[in-house]
């Protein structure tokens, strides 16, 4: 892979951008490195990762295209194609790529780490804990391998384990984005409902359209009132459908709600047939409406939880 | 804009100060009819610079071609007596569904473009004056048509 004189700096520069959860400014970073070298593969690589992280699949599949072709020997771009694969869901073809990442460098934990995210996608609980495993073995100190197999752990049900681990991921790292957000759902799952709240928060803080930050916030809420936790958790769902299923939904509702309107008015039950519209009115007006609410409370609920001094 | 080109960012053209939002272009497609909304969605990919641009006008294509597909099918379906004609308005269900089908998936390309066009401080106008006109136009319009697979596929 080649960097080029300037390359090495532009990537520090960006990734220090993506640690404090700047990926806009990332992207600039990443941009002004492409103008100055082209062909400078890590930088492609990056953008492909970090493209990924603002949901452009599109350009960030291309990216990794790129970086794979300049540098097909490099574990890196084989990893991150196989992220950028997982977003596809073209799962076997992500597999291929993260196997040739381990081959190259085998001791690479983060390798293993990519492995297990596939895995924990496809459903294969014993190979992503063997690949969690295998990670933590080369690198022990990881707080992103520690999140990530306390996030396995509780998954499958072991809670105190799933405390240690987040608990020695945020020693290593006190303000490590996905162990906050682990250690709040250790927390609710103790029933300990404040401190998982500073816990979203702090994430959320850190990444406004966290999608399990929120949903940890939704189930935090659902615990204190149901209906304001449906309304919660009906938002972060609709905000989770990518475009194609949201597609799906408001256009099954649409036909759900013609057809009905025409077997009404065919039963002369007019009256009915009304109230239907009006009520698909009114959630039309709503889903216009809801996402800006959502943004809104949100933001209130951000600024209205003040952190413990000794968080 | 400068330097490198990421391959979804938008190339704004000479009518870029014509960009609006594309929720009007789906507005219009639901309160003025497909004459509106997939005219209007084809001219602000050229506006915008739309890197799906292809994918858009194509996809636009398919809804006419699909639009008079399904009229011409149910409109055969009944000559042939193979279906009864109650039936006849929830079949046509399908004409609209497919209507909008088409017109969410272009308005979702075209906004991952017009979020890029608004993040670089390119121009946005507001396109209520021209939904409003619309919504009141194609009442007329509906009206002066008398083919009714004009009527179905563009209205």
């Known amino acids: 892979m080649r960097v080029a004189g300037g390359g090495g700096s532009f990537l520090e520069r960006a990734q220090r951008q993506l640690a404090l959860g700047n990926t806009h400014g990332a992207v600039e970073i990443l941009r002004d490195a492409l103008s100055f070298d082209p062909d400078d593969a890590s930088a492609h690589a990056v953008l492909a990762a970090t ?3 603002l949901r452009r699949t599109h350009a960030a599949l291309h990216e990794a295209r790129v970086a794979l072709s300049l540098a097909p020997d490099s574990d890196i771009t084989h990893r991150v194609m196989c992220r950028v694969l997982i977003a596809h869901r073209k799962l076997r073809l992500a597999e291929e790529h993260v196997q040739r990442a381990i081959e190259l460098e085998p001791e690479e934990s983060y390798n293993h780490l990519a492995a297990s995210h596939l895995y924990a996608v496809t459903g294969n609980v014993a190979r992503e804990r063997q690949m969690l495993e295998a990670a933590l073995a080369r690198d022990a100190d990881s707080p992103d391998i520690l999140a990530a197999l306390g996030d396995h752990h509780l998954r499958t049900g072991a809670v105190a384990e799933a405390h240690r681990l987040a608990h020695e991921a945020l020693t290593a790292e006190p303000e490590h984005h996905d162990a906050l957000v682990l250690m709040g759902r250790v927390h609710l799952r103790q029933g300990r409902i404040e401190d998982a709240r500073e816990h979203a928060v702090w994430a959320l803080r850190q990444r406004p359209s966290d999608r399990e930050a929120l949903t940890l916030l939704a189930s935090i809420k659902t615990r204190e009132s149901l209906a304001l936790g449906l309304w919660w958790r009906f938002n972060t769902w609709m905000g989770e459908l990518g475009d194609g299923r949201s597609i799906l939904v408001l256009l099954g509702g649409y036909v759900v709600y013609r057809t009905l309107g025409i077997a009404l008015r065919d039963a002369e039950l007019d009256g009915l047939a009304t109230l239907l519209t009006f009520g698909w009115l009114g959630l039309c007006a709503y889903t216009w409406v809801a996402p800006g609410m959502f943004q ?3 933001r209130e609920e951000l600024a209205e939880v003040r952190l413990r001094d000794d968080f | 804009m400068q330097g490198y ?5 938008p190339r704004p053209g000479v009518l870029s100060h014509l960009t609006v939002n594309p929720y009007w272009p789906l507005l219009g497609l639901m309160l003025g009819g497909a004459w509106l909304g997939w005219t209007w969605f084809a001219f602000n990919a050229f506006a915008i610079g739309s890197a ?3 994918r858009e006008l194509a ?3 398919l809804g ?4 008079a597909g399904i009229v011409i099918g149910v409109a055969a379906l009944a000559g042939a007596g193979l279906v009864e004609e109650w039936t006849i308005p929830y079949l046509l269900v399908a004409v ?3 209507k909008l089908l088409v017109g969410y998936y272009v308005y979702f390309q075209q906004s991952r473009s017009f979020a890029l066009h608004a993040y670089f ?10 939904v409003a006109v619309a919504f009141f136009v194609r009442i007329r319009l509906v009206d002066a048509v008398s083919v009714p697979l004009l009527e179905w596929v563009l209205g």
């Open chain 2, 96 to 98: 609209v569904a497919w």
């Open chain 2, 121 to 130: 401080g390119g121009v946005e106008r507001s396109g209520m004056v021209v």
């Open chain 1, 296 to 298: 809104r409370k949100l």
């Open chain 2, 5 to 9: 080109q990421i391959v979804d960012e």
């Open chain 2, 52 to 54: 799906s641009k292809g």
């Open chain 2, 59 to 61: 996809a636009m294509a």
């Open chain 1, 51 to 53: 493209l990924l992280d």
């Open chain 2, 64 to 67: 006419v071609a699909g639009s």
